[in-house]
C-alpha cells in the first residue's frame, strides 16, 4: 500500500509542478514535457523508495532528452525489480520497453591503425582501456568528441575529430594518427603517412629533422608558422635575409613558409581528415596546376627456344599526361627480327628464313572526372603479313571508385599473303573484332579484384599458306605415334600434300579474374583465365607474380605460370586421305591442321624479374633498369615431329619518368 | 564450360556485393602502390610469347597476335 501511495505522489508532485509552471489548473500532462524537473523528481523519489515503476518514469524522461543509455539502465533495473517482486504488468512494459530502447542506441567503433602502441584514446574526454579498443560500444545518439594521442620514433602524432551520431547508427570511426605539427610537411609526406601501415612506417615517411624538430616535449607549443616570406626562428637572431635561414637539418628550427610554399596548412589537414570520399581528399591537397608527366621507355627483349627460333625485339614507347587535366596520349615501336629453322620448316625442306616485323601502336585518352574514354590504334607489318587496328574503351569511377567498370571494342583487319609474292596477286584476309568488359572491384585497404571477359569474332582465312600437313593411307594413320620424327613422316606419308585449311569463323570466349593483394612490402598478383571457343578448344590458365621490395630502389619478383588445353575438334595427329576410284584424286579432310597450338598441351613458366631505382625514390625525375627472364617448357600430347618445346626469354628495360 | 562460365558469373556478383564494403580515403594509400594496378604487368615479349604459344586467347588483356607468328 505504501508503494502505490509514494507512486501516486511521484506522479502528482510532477504534474503540480507543471501545472505551476504553465499557471493554470492542475491538469494530467505527461512527466516527459518537462524531462529535466522529472528526472530530478523521480530521481529524490528513488533515493526514498526504489520502485520499478518509478524506474521507468526516469526512463521515459531520459529517453527524452536523448540519454538513452541511462534509460536502459533504468529500465534493465526496472525488469529485475519487477520480477523479484513478482509484478508480471510492470515487468512486461519494462521488457517491451527495452525491446524497442535496444536499436536505437548508436554504437561506435574506434579503430586504431596497425602497429600502434601506447596509444592513449579518449571519448568525450574520457579514457578508452585499450581493451576496449576497436571493440564496438553503445553511447547516446549527440555530438561526442574523440582525440587520440601517441609517440613513434620521438614523433608525437594526434587524432581529434568531433562525431554526431544519430539514433540507430553504427558509426566505424578510423584514428589516422598524424604529425602533431602539420604545417611542416608537404603534401607528399602526408600522403605518405596517411598510406603508412604502421606508425614506425609512418615516421619514416618525415625528413629526419623535421621528425627530430616535430617532437613536442611537455608544456612546449609548436613553432607558429612565419608570416609569408619571412623565416622564423626561435633563435635570438630572426633576420629578414632569406640566406642566412636556417634549413631543415639544423637544430633550430626554423621554417621558411614562402608564398605558394607546397607545405601543407593545418586547414588542408583538418579538411584531409574530414573528407568524405577521394575526390574530397583531392580537392584538400594542393594542386599541380599545369603540370605534365611524361614518360619514356626503352627495351631489347630476345627469344629463342629448342626448335630453333630466334626472336631479337627492340622496342621503344613513351606517353604525355596531366593528371590534373585527366589527358593522356603515347605510342610505341618495336622491331621483331626472327629467324627460324623449326621442325615444321625443315620437314619441308625449307631453308630456315629470317624476317624483320615492324609495329607500332598510339594511345589517347581522357578522364576528367569519374568518367573516360580511351582510344587506340595498331600497325603490324611484314613482307607476307599486315595487320591495321583500333579500339576504344569507356571506363567509370563508381561507388566512390570502389567499383570501376570498363566496357571496350576492337577491331583488326589483318592481310595473310606469301613471302616473295605480292597482295594483289595472293591474300586472305582475317576480320577479329573483340568486345571486352570487365569491373575493378576494392575488397579492403590491401586488396583489388579485376574480373573482365572478352568475346572474339574471328571472320576469315587464317590458315597458314607454308604449313603442309602430311597425309597418310587410314593404315598408317592409325600407327603413327606422337613425336614421330619428319623423316619416318616424310617416308610414310601420301603424296598429296594439301596445305592446312582452317574453318573460316572462330568465336572466342573468355573470362578471367585478377586478385591483387598488399602485404607489408610486398604484393601478391594472382589471376585465372577460362577459355573456349567454337572450334570446341578450351583452357585454363593460372599466372602468379609476388612482388617483394626489398628496399626503397630494389623489387624482386618470382613468376610462375600454367596453362592447359584440348584439341580443336578437327585436330588430328595424322589424317587419313585415300584415292576416290571415280575420280581417281585423294579425298583429303575438309579441315585439317598441323599447329601445334590448336593441339592438346600444356605449358608451364617459370622465371623472376627485379627492377632498380637507379634515382631517389622521392626525386622528381625517375630512372629504373628492370630485368625480366622466363623459361617456357610446353608439352604436346599428339603432335609431330616434337613433343615438346623450351624456350628461354628475357627483357632489358630502361624506363625514365619527368614531371 | 557452360557451368565455368555460371561459377564466374556468380563470383562476380558475390564480388560486386563485397564492394560495398567502404574503404575511406584514407585507408587506401597501399592501394595507390605502383604493384597494385589491375592492368597487365607483363613485357611485352611476354604478351607476344603468350600468343604465339598458347591457343587461348583474351580475358584479361584482350588478344593477341596480329603477326601470323606461329
Known sequence: MLR??????????????????????????SPTANPAQCIDVTTTSIELEDLPETRLIRASCEDAVGKLIEAMGDAQVALASAKARHETGVARKAKA???????????????????????TLKFDGELVPPDRFGVRSSTNPGAHTIHAEAEAGGV???????????EREVSSVAIVLLPANPE????????????????????????????????????????????????????????????????????????????????LTAGQLKCLLLAKNQEEVTKCLPQKRGGLTVRAASEVSGYTDSTHVNVLSPSVNASVSSPTAGWNFGGSYLVDIVSAASPDIVSEASPPFHEIRQAGTFTAGYKPGLYGGQVSGNVSS????????????????????????TVGFNFSH??????????????????????????????????VLLLSGTLQLERGDQSKPYRYVPMFDPVTAANVRPGQSYASV??????????????????????????????????????????????????TTTDMRFMTDVSDRLRLWPHLRFNAQNGVNFYRLAYATQIDPTTNTFVVPALRTGDRELSPMIGLTAGGGMRVLLTAPTSETQLAVSLQIDVLYSRYFDSLYITSRTAGYGTLGLEAEFE | MRRALATAAAIAVLASATACVHVAPYERGMLAHPTMTVDDVSSSMDEHVRAVSEGASGGLSGGGGGCGCN
Open chain 1, 382 to 405: 611484314e613482307p607476307d603479313y599486315l595487320s591495321v587496328g583500333g579500339g576504344f574503351s569507356l571506363t567509370a569511377d563508381l561507388n566512390d571508385k570502389l567499383v570501376t567498370p
Open chain 1, 490 to 539: 616424310n617416308l610414310a606419308r601420301q603424296s598429296v600434300r594439301p596445305l592446312e585449311q582452317l574453318p573460316l569463323a572462330r568465336d572466342r570466349y573468355a573470362v578471367g579474374a585478377r586478385f591483387v593483394h598488399r602485404f607489408e612490402g610486398a604484393t601478391l598478383r594472382l589471376e585465372e583465365r577460362l577459355y573456349h571457343d567454337s572450334w570446341q578448344q578450351s583452357a
Open chain 1, 4 to 29: 502505490y501511495r509514494v507512486v501516486a505522489a511521484v506522479v502528482v508532485a510532477v504534474s503540480l509542478l507543471l501545472a505551476a509552471a504553465a499557471g493554470a489548473a492542475p491538469k494530467k500532462e
Open chain 1, 156 to 166: 608525437k602524432f594526434t587524432f581529434d575529430r568531433e562525431i554526431n551520431l544519430r
Open chain 1, 97 to 119: 520497453y527495452i525491446a524497442r530502447l535496444g536499436p536505437r542506441i548508436p554504437q561506435v567503433e574506434l579503430d586504431l591503425p596497425t602497429g600502434a602502441r601506447n596509444v
Open chain 1, 414 to 447: 589483318d592481310t595473310i599473303g606469301r613471302s616473295s609474292t605480292p597482295f594483289s596477286v595472293f591474300h586472305h584476309n582475317l576480320d577479329t573484332s573483340e568486345f571486352e568488359g570487365g569491373a575493378a572491384f576494392v575488397m579492403s585497404p590491401t586488396s
Open chain 1, 184 to 263: 611542416r610537411f608537404t603534401a607528399d609526406q602526408i600522403r605518405c603517412v596517411l598510406g603508412a601501415s604502421s606508425l614506425d612506417e609512418a615516421v619514416k615517411c618525415l625528413p629526419r629533422a623535421a621528425a627530430s624538430s616535430g617532437a613536442i616535449a611537455q608544456g612546449q607549443t609548436a613553432p607558429r608558422p612565419a608570416p609569408k616570406g619571412r623565416p622564423m626562428t626561435d633563435g635570438p637572431s630572426a633576420t629578414d635575409d632569406a640566406s642566412q635561414l636556417m634549413t631543415e637539418q639544423q637544430a633550430a628550427p626554423t621554417v621558411n613558409v614562402p608564398e605558394g610554399s607546397k607545405f
